[in-house]
């Protein structure tokens, strides 16, 4: 899963150009490996339990992108959208 800003320039890219790979599998590991990251070990489990009698299949969805652009934070260099956000409500 990817999240960012709503006014973040990838997402006017998402949507101007759409194009993705996706895989019909089973109950993906991944999709699993998200719950535990906030249920306890018993709610894990029984969430796996519902999740496999509820779906026979699920879809992987794999972005590859054409294009990336790396920005190092850590230096200073935010992308603008990002700055107007943190400043938003700043005097």
């Given at each position: 899963?990817?999240?960012?800003?709503?006014?973040?320039?990838?997402v006017?890219?998402?949507?101007?150009?759409?194009?993705?790979?996706w895989?019909i599998?089973?109950?993906?590991?991944?999709?699993?490996?998200?719950?535990r990251k906030?249920m306890?070990?018993?709610?894990?489990?029984?969430?796996?339990?519902?999740?496999?009698?509820?779906?026979?299949?699920?879809?992987?969805?794999a972005i590859?992108?054409?294009?990336?652009?790396?920005?190092?934070?850590?230096?200073?260099r935010?992308?603008?959208f990002?700055?107007?956000?943190?400043?938003r409500?700043?005097?």
């Open positions: 899963m990817i999240s960012t800003a709503a006014t973040a320039p990838k006017a890219a998402v949507i101007a150009c759409p194009e993705v790979a895989a599998d089973g109950v993906v590991d991944e999709y699993l490996a998200a719950a906030s306890g070990a018993d709610a894990v489990a029984e969430f796996g339990r519902q999740v496999r009698r509820t779906y026979d299949q699920v879809a992987r969805i590859t992108p054409r294009w990336v652009r790396f920005y190092d934070f850590g230096v200073g935010v992308p603008g990002l700055a107007r956000l943190v400043n409500d700043q005097p």
